[in-house]
């Protein structure tokens, strides 16, 4: 989309005292660009036709949203993945920098919560590359730094070839290709079972509540640059572009959904921002439910808390401290035993194993 000139913060605090001050500006890292640095900042490609149709529709979309509170659907009346029982199974915020790679951050943030959150392991070190998600799949789809992707073709590979660690190839913003995956990427990684677009609210919400978090895209305005904290309606500027973030839950009693951007812990609520119900978009245009992840990667660091097994071969299980209940091999009952073995050992002397996991099944162990 075409540059527009810069918003005038005052202006934007007028129209703020005006509207009863809804949420809170500041001076922000993203403030602090060029207008075009911040366009940059986003990266989901805008149909005209289609933004048309959602911003007048934008009264009904906030009614619609409002009225389809958690409840009808049997979820919690609000829900926060940062704090769930006392627990966190968010990932740290990151920063896509000057690369419009917004999808790539949005689609993998919610692949590690989701991970996190369906094996209960809030602890468990899942940090996978946007890397390889945006210069390795958005390059084959013809995607680059300016012009942006869209949830849907990612999430297709990220069930298809799924998305390996960040270690194997770390992020820096600017268009490469993907001469830097580790050759060994297809040994390490995560992948989607499956996924669904949820363009309604109240399913949006179920799978929130299930899964832990969804990946959205919305319209992106000046003044959302300026936000600070809290619950974010459209108050003044022009549109910019669309973005895609990682939504970790809702409150029925603020009406509004949580959600976590890509522009580093500097911006907005420590890198999270809330958004009213029907704003921008949010809840018709790209959004996307991972419904489960595999993990296919090697776990460090792991404490045996306690094994389980009985007289059949293949029903051998292991508690490992930051994943949880695994399964071992199963296939040779000899081989099961000398790694049941191994655990015991490391178990009752309290040392740290590492397990290679397949898809819930521990396949290898090493031990020291």
Same mark, same amino acid.
């Given at each position: 989309?075409?540059?527009?000139?810069?918003?005038?913060?005052?202006?934007?605090?007028?129209?703020?005292?005006?509207?009863?001050?809804?949420?809170?500006?500041?001076?922000?890292?993203?403030?602090?660009?060029? =207008? %075009?640095? #911040?366009?940059?900042?986003? +990266?989901?490609?805008?149909?005209?036709?289609?933004?048309? $149709?959602?911003? @007048?529709?934008?009264?009904?979309?906030?009614?619609?949203?409002?009225?389809?509170?958690?409840?009808?659907?049997?979820?919690?009346?609000?829900?926060?993945?940062?704090?769930?029982?006392?627990?966190?199974?968010?990932?740290?915020?990151?920063?896509?920098?000057?690369?419009?790679?917004?999808?790539?951050?949005?689609?993998?943030?919610?692949?590690?919560?989701?991970?996190?959150?369906?094996?209960?392991?809030?602890?468990?070190?899942?940090?996978?590359?946007?890397?390889?998600?945006?210069?390795?799949?958005?390059? =084959? %789809?013809? #995607?680059?730094?300016?012009? +942006?992707?869209?949830?849907?073709?990612?999430?297709?590979? $990220?069930?298809? @070839?799924?998305?390996?660690?960040?270690?194997?190839?770390?992020?820096?913003?600017?268009?490469?290709?993907?001469?830097?995956?580790?050759?060994?990427?297809?040994?390490?990684?995560?992948?989607?079972?499956?996924?669904?677009?949820?363009?309604?609210?109240?399913?949006?919400?179920?799978?929130?509540?299930?899964?832990?978090?969804?990946?959205?895209?919305?319209?992106?305005?000046?003044?959302?640059?300026?936000?600070?904290?809290?619950?974010?309606?459209?108050?003044?500027?022009?549109?910019?572009?669309?973005?895609?973030?990682?939504?970790?839950?809702?409150?029925?009693?603020?009406?509004?959904?949580?959600?976590?951007?890509?522009?580093?812990?500097?911006?907005?609520?420590?890198?999270?921002?809330?958004?009213?119900?029907?704003?921008?978009?949010?809840?018709?245009?790209?959004?996307?439910?991972?419904?489960?992840?595999?993990?296919?990667?090697?776990?460090?660091?792991?404490?045996?808390?306690?094994?389980?097994?009985?007289?059949?071969?293949?029903?051998?299980?292991?508690?490992?401290?930051?994943?949880?209940?695994?399964?071992?091999?199963?296939?040779?009952?000899?081989?099961?035993?000398?790694?049941?073995?191994?655990?015991?050992?490391?178990?009752?002397?309290?040392?740290?194993?590492?397990?290679?996991?397949?898809?819930?099944?521990?396949?290898?162990?090493?031990?020291?």
């Amino acid at each position: 989309m075409p540059a527009s000139e810069p918003l005038d913060l005052g202006q934007l605090r007028e129209a703020l005292d005006q509207a009863g001050h809804p949420w809170q500006m500041a001076t922000t890292s993203m403030t602090m660009l060029t =207008e %075009a640095q #911040r366009q940059v900042r986003l +990266g989901v490609p805008v149909d005209e036709t289609e933004r048309a $149709a959602v911003e @007048s529709a934008h009264e009904s979309n906030v009614a619609a949203a409002e009225q389809a509170t958690a409840e009808s659907v049997g979820a919690p009346a609000a829900f926060d993945l940062r704090n769930i029982g006392g627990l966190n199974y968010t990932t740290p915020v990151k920063n896509q920098g000057n690369c419009g790679s917004c999808v790539a951050f949005g689609t993998v943030a919610t692949m590690e919560h989701v991970t996190r959150f369906g094996y209960r392991a809030p602890y468990l070190p899942v940090d996978l590359s946007e890397a390889q998600a945006f210069y390795c799949y958005g390059r =084959e %789809a013809g #995607r680059n730094c300016a012009n +942006g992707w869209f949830p849907e073709p990612l999430h297709d590979k $990220a069930r298809d @070839s799924g998305i390996t660690i960040d270690e194997y190839f770390p992020y820096t913003a600017g268009d490469q290709d993907c001469s830097k995956l580790n050759t060994d990427w297809a040994n390490r990684l995560v992948k989607v079972r499956s996924w669904q677009q949820v363009n309604n609210p109240a399913l949006m919400k179920e799978n929130i509540a299930t899964y832990g978090s969804i990946t959205a895209c919305f319209y992106v305005y000046q003044d959302f640059y300026s936000y600070s904290s809290g619950v974010y309606r459209h108050t003044a500027g022009n549109l910019l572009g669309g973005h895609c973030v990682t939504l970790v839950g809702y409150d029925d009693a603020q009406s509004c959904w949580i959600a976590k951007n890509s522009w580093g812990p500097g911006w907005g609520e420590q890198g999270f921002f809330r958004i009213g119900y029907g704003e921008c978009g949010i809840e018709s245009w790209h959004n996307v439910a991972a419904l489960g992840t595999l993990i296919h990667n090697w776990l460090p660091d792991q404490r045996i808390l306690a094994l389980w097994s009985n007289e059949v071969d293949a029903n051998v299980y292991a508690y490992a401290e930051l994943r949880g209940w695994l399964s071992l091999n199963g296939a040779v009952g000899a081989t099961d035993a000398s790694m049941l073995a191994e655990l015991a050992a490391s178990k009752a002397s309290g040392a740290k194993v590492g397990i290679y996991e397949d898809n819930g099944t521990a396949q290898q162990i090493y031990a020291w």
